[in-house]
């Protein structure tokens, strides 16, 4: 051993070893923060993420891409809750200790509902570890709506809402990485095109689904254009063009590979020594499988989905099997047609970006589809198509909730609350999740949709106290709190602030347009009353008898009577204040004559036949058709249930026998007849005097008698002798019209197998039949989704009800049959007829008409009520945020709170081209000086779903479909208040603001 000669070395040396053991200690105490942190100690400063994570996919080989992924409905079987936190939580913790072992790994990750439920139990260390995760493109957010929403029975501002919910929630936490570059809406069941349409806004480059009719699958099996290219707009263009990819096997792993715990599949042993070995036999499956799947896609391309519902529970299992089937195909070369088979993780980016590369350097155009994929049929007598309907007083208190939203959002903006506003933000929350595949569409268990229902009430309850404690502000100009309610139930005659001598009704109007909105209200048996105006006018009313004797209603202290009257010219985006007080003085009220035909005004007119009770004849705009109304049923066959809609197509029966009795109700606020149809319904057919555009129904239907052991499935039946060869019309989510021809497909042959159900559709706001010949169109405009259809010559029928005495067998487990306070539902709703001349009134096309009452109806005039006295402390009786009326073609979709200083505004164009001479035309607004309490004095545009800013959104072109080169969109001039629209074209900006 050598000793040191001097003190100067002994010194050098133990410094020395100092320095080696303080490096250790460092060493050491970054490596405890490593795993700490569950890899790295701090998150990228230049993160590789979106196309630049994507794996090599070459040019020269079959790529296979893995997708890793768990579908995890918000709801169905089990509440979302349950859901969350027996199987949800799970997912998503094993997946990302799982990515973090191996940088290869992909997994992507869709509910944001659930991902947020989530990321709110995690710590600091976790949320590192996935922001990392996210920046390598390893954990990767794909569709990232609050929801995977329904595509048959939703509402198009419904599904702009939940997407911009769901985006500004991962771009807040995340950032850029995080935005979505597809749509993955792999379960619905069917698909339409204004979904398309919304994922190209939204900056999407591609959109995956599973389900569609299994003759257009077969078909494009056959043809290989699984993959295509899908216009979502007639008046957009080529820039709501979308590529589309249907799935080979529904989401599901290929048979014999599922790896997760809940499966029995073969393992993966790699051991040559043990007597299980059989890498090299898997291997050789999977290559077959591919060499199958490969056959039907046009490119060297195929996408895998490697999971199912809830998958990845314990992530590490299904992992470790990919991992050596990867490795395998890399020791025991495959090949398909001299091409090499490549296997790797990936995602529906990064196959999208794969595709793309292929075509373009190839020059191939992907077949263009123009329509949309519904109805969907998984067999040759199984349409879903039930689902439409189901569910109906569901479906109509989500459309009512929608509204409730978009007035406190408007309030919420005019007294500069903030966008974190609790109340608010949960209704947006659970109307995401009402929009979900399950919810909207009543496909869920029953105790599921119960909790559906609960969570909506509490939200919506508690934004009505927001929305009423703004109102109070800003018509008493003090903090005074009027306690408004929006008396929900008044549609069953209850509501406890009218039951007094003395009530206020606050009616506010979320469109950019004034409105006259009709007002019923339970009236508690009184019959005299003074309504004043807020300009202290005397307001004409009349009373009227209950539809039905809500009595079995056990919850809420009922009227058998209705006192009616009209808001009139209720300003934009504004309110007005009536006062209704009990009166000693005696109300006289016109006794209507003798029973006659003719109903209503010498504009807008019905006939009632005498002989059957039933509605012979319209009048209106300067049209007269015959036309008759009815109601009736069709009789289930054992495989019709929630989903799926199977009637005995030759046996249709009415729900009445023989003639009905009608009561003529006249009054100064509308003329109309009761028409009593026995125990199963009565309906109110009504016009109004001061809204002669439209004629409606207001019916009520239920409880359905199946006590025969037969299911019935209720539909509202006008017929005329309108000469509409086989073509009808129906609404894509409440936007643009699609054209229908009975009994025909324009993508695949038809088999007319099932003449009814094969030719329902979903009717979200309108149904349309037109006679070219006469000129004449009808159009019947709905205050929910229904199922609708034209089963014959110049009729329309639309289905209103559905009891079933069978589960249809596509999992729910549980036959539709709601039952409510002992005995079946009764389901009441509206309809709206529009009749006349394709050229409308002289002012507008009926096209034009039409739209303007179905925005009405679908986001109607909202009755905030009050029982307490506003007489003492008045600000002011009526308010319009709009200082200026916008013109007749646009409205304001979205006012809501953003940034400070900033609010979200969107502006959209109603109509289509070519639907009115004069409004389908480009349209400017300037909206400098266009609101009454702030002025707008920036704009910045961004995409649909407002997570970015337009000029960011560099979308992927497509041989024949492209724009011009893959060039940046024009950035906007901020100072630039100036916005046109072109027909059917959405706008959304951040718009930053001052208050005056």
């Known amino acids: 051993m050598k000793v040191p000669s001097t003190r100067t070395e002994k010194n050098l040396r133990g410094f020395a070893f100092f320095l080696i053991q303080m490096t250790l200690a460092v060493l050491l105490f970054l490596l405890f923060c490593v795993l700490s942190a569950g890899g790295k100690p701090v998150v990228d400063d230049d993160p590789v993420c979106g196309y630049d994570a994507c794996p090599e996919a070459g040019l020269d080989t079959l790529n296979v891409h893995l997708i890793p992924h768990s579908h995890d409905d918000v709801g169905w079987l089990k509440t979302p809750d349950q859901y969350y936190f027996q199987d949800v939580q799970l997912v998503i913790s094993s997946v990302v200790d799982a990515l973090k072992q191996n940088p290869d790994r992909k997994f992507v990750q869709v509910e944001t509902a659930f991902f947020k439920q989530w990321w709110a139990q995690q710590n600091d260390r976790v949320k590192e570890a996935v922001q990392n995760l996210v920046n390598n493109g390893q954990f990767e957010f794909i569709n990232a709506a609050w929801s995977m929403n329904d595509e048959g029975a939703v509402h198009y501002q419904s599904t702009i809402d939940q997407f911009t919910l769901g985006l500004r929630y991962i771009q807040d936490n995340f950032g850029k990485c995080a935005r979505p570059k597809v749509a993955w809406q792999i379960d619905p069941f069917g698909h339409s095109r204004e979904q398309a349409s919304i994922s190209a806004q939204m900056g999407f480059d591609g959109l995956f689904f599973a389900r569609l009719d299994y003759r257009d699958k077969n078909r494009r099996l056959n043809d290989k254009t699984m993959d295509l290219l899908w216009r979502g707009s007639a008046n957009l263009g080529n820039a709501s063009d979308i590529f589309t990819s249907v799935l080979y096997s529904h989401y599901s792993a290929p048979g014999g590979f599922c790896f997760d715990i809940v499966c029995n599949d073969e393992v993966i042993i790699d051991d040559e020594e043990s007597p299980d070995y059989n890498l090299e036999r898997r291997v050789d499956d999977f290559a077959n499988y591919i060499r199958g799947v490969v056959e039907h896609y046009p490119t060297n391309n195929v996408l895998i989905t490697m999971g199912d519902d809830f998958r990845y529970e314990a992530a590490m299992t299904t992992y470790m099997n990919l991992d050596l089937l990867i490795k395998g195909f890399e020791k025991f070369e495959q090949t398909y047609n001299d091409q090499r088979i490549k296997v790797f993780y990936s995602s529906p980016s990064c196959y999208t970006k794969a595709v793309n590369d292929y075509v373009t350097t190839n020059n191939y155009n992907l077949e263009l589809k123009t329509d949309d994929f519904f109805p969907y049929a998984d067999g040759s007598n199984t349409y879903w198509t039930g689902y439409f309907t189901s569910r109906a007083a569901s479906k109509?208190?989500?459309?009512?909730?929608?509204?409730?939203?978009?007035?406190?959002?408007?309030?919420?903006?005019?007294?500069?609350?903030?966008?974190?506003?609790?109340?608010?933000?949960?209704?947006?929350?659970?109307?995401?999740?009402?929009?979900?595949?399950?919810?909207?569409?009543?496909?869920?268990?029953?105790?599921?949709?119960?909790?559906?229902?609960?969570?909506?009430?509490?939200?919506?309850?508690?934004?009505?106290?927001?929305?009423?404690?703004?109102?109070?502000?800003?018509?008493?100009?003090?903090?005074?709190?009027?306690?408004?309610?929006?008396?929900?139930?008044?549609?069953?005659?209850?509501?406890?602030?009218?039951?007094?001598?003395?009530?206020?009704?606050?009616?506010y109007n979320p469109l950019s347009h004034k409105v006259t909105a009709p007002i019923s209200l339970p009236s508690y048996d009184k019959t005299n009353w003074h309504i004043l105006d807020p300009d202290d006018n005397t307001v004409d009313y009349q009373i009227?008898?209950?539809?039905?004797?809500?009595?079995?209603?056990?919850?809420?202290?009922?009227?058998?009577?209705?006192?009616?009257?009209?808001?009139?010219?209720?300003?934009?985006?504004?309110?007005?204040?009536?006062?209704?007080?009990?009166?000693?003085?005696q109300h006289k009220v016109k006794k209507p004559p003798n029973p006659r035909v003719l109903v209503g005004y010498d504009d807008t007119s019905f006939e009632i036949s005498e002989e059957t009770g039933l509605l012979q004849a319209v009048t209106m705009n300067g049209v007269r058709l015959e036309i008759t109304q009815d109601f009736q049923y069709y009789s289930s066959q054992d495989s019709s249930g929630a989903y799926i809609f199977v009637p005995v197509y030759d046996q249709i029966s009415r729900i009445a026998n023989g003639p009905i009795s009608t009561t003529l109700v006249t009054?100064?606020?509308?003329?109309?007849?009761?028409?009593?149809?026995g125990s199963w319904g009565k309906q109110f057919i009504k016009v109004y005097n001061d809204d002669r555009s439209f004629i409606e129904f207001d019916w009520i239907i239920g409880p359905l008698d199946i006590s025969d052991g037969v299911g019935k499935e209720v539909i509202s039946k006008f017929t005329t002798s309108l000469a509409t060869n086989g073509e009808f019309y129906t609404d894509s989510n409440g936007r643009e019209l699609l054209k229908r021809t009975r009994n025909s497909r324009p993508d695949y042959d038809y088999s007319d197998e099932q003449p009814v159900s094969g030719n329902y559709y979903p009717v979200n706001n309108r149904i349309v039949i037109r006679d070219a010949s006469q000129d004449i169109e009808l159009a019947i405009i709905t205050d929910r989704s229904e199922g609708g259809a034209s089963i014959n010559d110049g009729e329309i029928e639309l289905m209103v009800h559905r009891a079933c005495q069978h589960d249809d067998g596509r999992g729910v487990g549980e036959n539709l049959n709601e039952q409510e306070y002992g005995t079946g539902n009764r389901i009441r709703g509206k309809h709206f007829l529009v009749v006349g001349p394709t050229s409308g009134n002289g002012e507008k096309s009926l096209a034009a008409i039409e739209r303007d009452v179905a925005q009405r109806k679908s986001v109607q005039a909202w009755s905030f009520v009050t029982s307490k006295d506003v007489s003492g402390s008045l600000n002011t009786l009526q308010f319009s945020g709009l200082r200026s009326d916008v013109?007749?073609?646009?409205?304001?979709?979205?006012?809501?709170?953003?940034?400070?200083?900033?609010?979200?505004?969107?502006?959209?164009?109603?109509?289509?081209?070519?639907?009115?001479?004069?409004?389908?035309?480009?349209?400017?607004?300037?909206v400098s000086e266009l609101f009454t309490l702030f002025t707008i004095t920036e704009l910045q545009e961004t995409t649909l779903g407002a997570n970015m800013l337009l000029e960011e959104n560099v979308r992927l072109q497509w041989p024949g479909s492209a724009i011009d080169d893959k060039v940046s969109p024009t950035k906007r001039d901020v100072a630039d208040l100036a916005i046109t629209l072109a027909p059917m074209q959405i706008r959304t900006f951040w718009a930053k603001v001052t208050y005056t």
């Open 396 to 507: 109509h208190f989500e459309r009512q909730s929608n509204t409730l939203l978009q007035v406190a959002k408007q309030l919420a903006v005019d007294v500069q609350e903030s966008y974190d506003n609790a109340a608010i933000n949960s209704l947006k929350e659970i109307m995401g999740v009402m929009q979900h595949h399950d919810a909207i569409t009543g496909t869920e268990k029953q105790h599921v949709a119960n909790n559906y229902h609960f969570l909506l009430s509490k939200a919506v309850k508690n934004v009505n106290d927001e929305a009423g404690q703004i109102l109070s502000t800003l018509i008493s100009g003090t903090d005074e709190n009027f306690e408004f309610d929006s008396c929900l139930t008044a549609n069953v005659s209850a509501c406890s602030q009218t039951q007094g001598d003395k009530f206020t009704v606050v009616v």
């Open 544 to 585: 009227e008898n209950s539809l039905i004797d809500f009595s079995y209603v056990d919850d809420a202290q009922t009227s058998k009577t209705t006192i009616q009257f009209s808001a009139k010219d209720v300003p934009a985006m504004g309110f007005k204040v009536y006062r209704v007080e009990a009166n000693a003085l």
């Open 667 to 677: 009054g100064s606020v509308s003329q109309g007849v009761l028409q009593d149809f």
């Open 887 to 926: 013109p007749d073609n646009v409205n304001i979709l979205t006012l809501e709170p953003w940034d400070d200083g900033t609010v979200l505004l969107r502006l959209e164009h109603t109509l289509e081209k070519g639907e009115d001479e004069n409004m389908s035309q480009e349209v400017t607004v300037d």
